[in-house]
């Protein structure tokens, strides 16, 4: 009976391995042509504080990885609102034993020439961390958090934006 489970499972990687050629991402060049030249073609304006600075940072590696410099068609407006909620208290020493960063972004994709609003939306994020009686580790802990944060903001404010303009094309 070892070889039917054996054979099973070859069959099952063979047919995995036949269909593999048959997927492609949903915004390709392919599916969506340049739609890649105007993800790249994005300009990010500065984000205040410095989980807005490591949002725009995510924010363009997002929506241009290259490195090239197009001339920008659109500018990508964010603003952003963080909140730290501690819902746990310890009650032997009356401190937070666990803390929560939620950080809100409203962005607005704005076409340069001519100017006019092509896409506006609002995305949330949250992430947790552990808080202990030490200053130092409580503040690279809720940085790390907000690192967090602003890597899983720029994800979706990017995704919702390569969706809008392929919607659009």
């Known amino acids: 009976m070892w070889?039917?489970?054996?054979?099973?499972?070859?069959?099952?990687?063979?047919?995995?391995?036949?269909?593999?050629?048959?997927?492609?991402?949903?915004?390709?060049?392919?599916?969506?042509?340049?739609l890649?030249?105007?993800?790249?073609?994005?300009e990010v304006a500065p984000i205040k504080d410095r989980i807005g600075h490591y949002l725009g940072d995510d924010l363009i590696t997002s929506l241009n990885g290259?490195?090239?410099?197009?001339?920008?068609?659109?500018?990508?407006?964010?603003?952003?609102?963080?909140?730290?909620?501690?819902p746990t208290v310890e009650t032997q020493i009356n401190a937070a034993n666990a803390a929560t960063v939620i950080g809100t972004a409203k962005f607005t994709l704005t076409q340069i020439e001519p100017e006019k609003v092509?896409?506006?939306?609002?995305?949330?994020?949250?992430?947790?961390?552990?808080?202990?009686?030490?200053?130092?580790?409580?503040l690279r802990a809720e940085r790390?958090?907000?690192?967090?944060?602003?890597?899983?903001?720029?994800?979706?404010?990017?995704?919702r934006v390569a969706a809008a303009l392929g919607a659009k094309g």
């Open 3 to 34: 070889w039917s489970d054996r054979a099973r499972g070859l069959a099952a990687l063979a047919l995995a391995l036949s269909l593999g050629g048959c997927f492609q991402p949903l915004y390709s060049e392919a599916a969506h042509p340049g």
């Open 36 to 42: 890649a030249a105007d993800l790249q073609a994005i």
């Open 66 to 86: 290259t490195g090239s410099t197009p001339t920008p068609k659109y500018r990508l407006t964010v603003t952003l609102t963080q909140k730290i909620e501690t």
């Open 118 to 138: 092509v896409f506006q939306s609002e995305a949330t994020t949250a992430a947790v961390y552990d808080r202990t009686l030490q200053g130092f580790a409580n």
């Open 144 to 159: 790390d958090a907000e690192i967090r944060v602003a890597r899983a903001l720029a994800d979706e404010i990017s995704l």
